[in-house]
């Protein structure tokens, strides 16, 4: 395997890591949200 396959497969890695716990905040900040408005559907 060469270096930079290594390297870009860290980098996709990471990249994924990022997403789910930028995916996770939003969701998070989406419930606390509805917590404090409370649940008016």
Same mark, same amino acid.
């Given at each position: 395997?060469?270096?930079?396959?290594?390297?870009?497969? !860290?980098?996709?890695?990471?990249? !994924?890591?990022?997403?789910?716990?930028? &995916? &996770? #905040?939003?969701?998070?900040? #989406? #419930?606390? $949200?509805?917590?404090? $408005? &409370?649940?008016?559907?």
């Amino acid at each position: 395997m060469k270096l930079e396959e290594e390297v870009v497969r !860290r980098q996709r890695e990471r990249a !994924r890591i990022l997403a789910w716990l930028l &995916g &996770g #905040f939003v969701v998070l900040l #989406f #419930f606390i $949200t509805i917590a404090k $408005t &409370g649940i008016n559907w």
